[in-house]
């Protein structure tokens, strides 16, 4: 490699490294000025001109949004929805995921056709039928009717095909020459050898459950039955609405997903990329 060479692959790295670090800069500044405006108090949040940082550090907002808010509520009706939404969502997509890939049975082929033209539809074209089902059940603003229509998720079901898909024969075949019934074979061989892979895809199922916000804003007219993302709409006093106590009830809702990112960064990183590549 010449001199000049290396000049020009050094050049190229250092604009591709400024480029990202812009892009990473515009990214984080919403975040960060949310969490600034957070701490301001509310004459300096709605001033015609920019300040990056507080003259006065208040946490006024914060005592408000937890003592003057049902955000405890809030936070337990998005973690059982989460949580529920979460394991059903795994459960069920491991079972079709397991016989789309190991069973042998009539329409399979057409079934997987069209688990995979679902990826077409947008979920928000559902958005009327599911009111529609879920009013006739008798299930708004309830746990259940916040749950049932998150459980649609064909990538999950999706990433579980192909791990099966990958795992050799061999242990199936010994396992059924063993006398053992799918179950067992899916318990006590397929699901020991993916737990990292269901770790992932639990972690990320959560996120998506724990951010929605259209279904729940829908599903959900009373004030003690909102998850945290709707519920932050709700947040305002006598007056009106306080710009600084919603980016503090907004910071809140979000801390538990933020936390739930840094510690199972690895793993959040691997079930999206698993994700990118079915939809890919």
Same mark, same amino acid.
């Given at each position: 490699?010449?001199?000049?060479?290396?000049?020009?692959?050094?050049?190229?790295?250092?604009?591709? +490294?400024?480029?990202?670090?812009?892009?990473?800069?515009?990214?984080?500044?919403?975040?960060?000025?949310?969490?600034?405006?957070?701490?301001?108090?509310?004459?300096?949040?709605?001033?015609?001109?920019?300040?990056?940082?507080?003259?006065?550090?208040?946490?006024?907002?914060?005592?408000?949004?937890? +003592?003057?808010?049902?955000?405890?509520?809030?936070?337990?009706?998005?973690?059982?929805?989460?949580?529920?939404?979460?394991?059903?969502?795994?459960?069920?997509?491991?079972?079709?995921?397991?016989?789309?890939?190991?069973?042998?049975?009539?329409?399979?082929?057409?079934?997987?056709?069209?688990?995979?033209?679902?990826?077409?539809?947008?979920?928000?074209?559902?958005?009327?039928?599911?009111?529609?089902?879920?009013?006739?059940?008798?299930?708004?603003?309830?746990?259940?009717?916040?749950?049932?229509?998150?459980?649609?998720?064909?990538?999950?079901?999706?990433?579980?095909?192909?791990?099966?898909?990958?795992?050799?024969?061999?242990?199936?075949?010994?396992?059924?020459?063993?006398?053992?019934?799918?179950?067992?074979?899916?318990?006590?061989?397929?699901?020991?050898?993916?737990?990292?892979?269901?770790?992932?895809?639990?972690?990320?199922?959560?996120?998506?459950?724990?951010?929605?916000?259209?279904?729940?804003?829908?599903?959900?007219?009373?004030?003690?039955?909102?998850?945290?993302?709707?519920?932050?709409?709700?947040?305002?006093?006598?007056?009106?609405?306080?710009?600084?106590?919603?980016?503090?009830?907004?910071?809140?809702?979000?801390?538990?997903?933020?936390?739930?990112?840094?510690?199972?960064?690895?793993?959040?990183?691997?079930?999206?990329?698993?994700?990118?590549?079915?939809?890919?």
């Amino acid at each position: 490699m010449t001199a000049s060479s290396a000049r020009q692959i050094n050049l190229v790295g250092g604009i591709i +490294t400024l480029l990202t670090l812009i892009i990473a800069v515009l990214w984080a500044f919403p975040i960060y000025w949310g969490i600034v405006s957070s701490l301001k108090p509310e004459n300096e949040v709605v001033r015609p001109y920019i300040e990056l940082w507080p003259e006065t550090l208040t946490f006024e907002h914060y005592i408000f949004a937890l +003592t003057e808010t049902q955000i405890g509520r809030w936070y337990i009706n998005s973690i059982a929805t989460a949580v529920g939404a979460t394991i059903l969502t795994i459960s069920t997509s491991m079972l079709v995921g397991y016989a789309l890939s190991q069973l042998r049975f009539p329409l399979r082929r057409p079934l997987y056709w069209l688990i995979l033209a679902s990826f077409m539809v947008p979920t928000q074209t559902l958005i009327i039928n599911h009111f529609v089902l879920v009013a006739n059940m008798g299930l708004l603003n309830t746990w259940a009717g916040i749950i049932l229509p998150q459980l649609i998720n064909p990538v999950v079901i999706i990433v579980y095909k192909q791990f099966f898909d990958q795992v050799p024969r061999d242990f199936r075949e010994a396992a059924v020459m063993d006398n053992a019934g799918e179950f067992r074979i899916l318990f006590k061989v397929y699901m020991p050898m993916n737990w990292g892979v269901t770790t992932a895809l639990a972690i990320v199922t959560f996120i998506w459950s724990w951010n929605s916000f259209l279904w729940p804003f829908l599903a959900v007219t009373k004030t003690e039955m909102m998850t945290i993302t709707v519920g932050i709409t709700q947040v305002s006093d006598a007056f009106g609405v306080y710009y600084a106590s919603q980016l503090a009830a907004a910071v809140l809702a979000g801390l538990p997903v933020a936390l739930a990112y840094l510690l199972f960064q690895r793993r959040v990183t691997q079930a999206i990329t698993l994700s990118a590549g079915i939809k890919g």
